[in-house]
């Protein structure tokens, strides 16, 4: 078993991982910005976007357009997801806690974008999986990046038993 926890590591580690965490945490938050813009996260946005409106004038995304978003956003918040994940295991508390949340983060990455796609293709109910999914999915995005956060800028003292890292 690996015993490695974020608040026993030197301090240049911990404010690399901050500082991580924080920018993905930006990047998060400017791509829910754009989902709102483009979507109103309605579910007739929603609709509408991927779909098209042939009332309103909306084309809808084409095959290729939609290979190119689910490809991108699967490899890179899948890789983003798995390296926070990574980073959430070497925190303090639950073992299943953080194993539960790892997996359904990535879990619900799948379902959010293969809803996405279904929605693309016409199954606009598809969007009552979709709110689910992407809500669980930023829960546990922002409960693991808010977790690693911590940990890396409260680190354990002496005190403690382990080194600080300073």
């Keep these: 078993m690996i015993a490695l926890r974020l608040r026993t590591l030197p301090a240049v580690y911990r404010v690399t991982i901050a500082a991580f965490i924080l920018v993905g945490l930006v990047g998060y938050a400017a791509g829910l910005a754009f989902v709102y813009h483009n979507t109103g996260m309605a579910a007739s946005g929603i609709s509408d976007h991927y779909h098209g409106n042939e009332e309103e004038l909306k084309f809808g995304k084409s095959t290729a357009e939609m290979l190119g978003i689910v490809h991108t956003h699967l490899l890179g918040m899948g890789l983003l997801f798995f390296l926070v994940a990574l980073l959430y295991a070497a925190t303090d508390g639950s073992d299943r806690l953080k194993t539960f949340w790892a997996a359904e983060t990535l879990l619900s990455l799948l379902t959010t ?22 809500v669980l999915m930023v829960i546990g995005y922002l409960l693991m990046s808010i977790s690693v956060l911590w940990h890396s800028l409260t680190p354990r003292s002496d005190s403690e038993g382990a080194p600080s890292g300073r």
Excluded at 113 to 134: D, E, H, K, N, R
């Design 113 to 134: 974008f293969g809803s996405l796609w279904l929605i693309a293709l016409g199954w606009s109910g598809m969007v009552w999986l979709l709110y689910p999914s992407s």
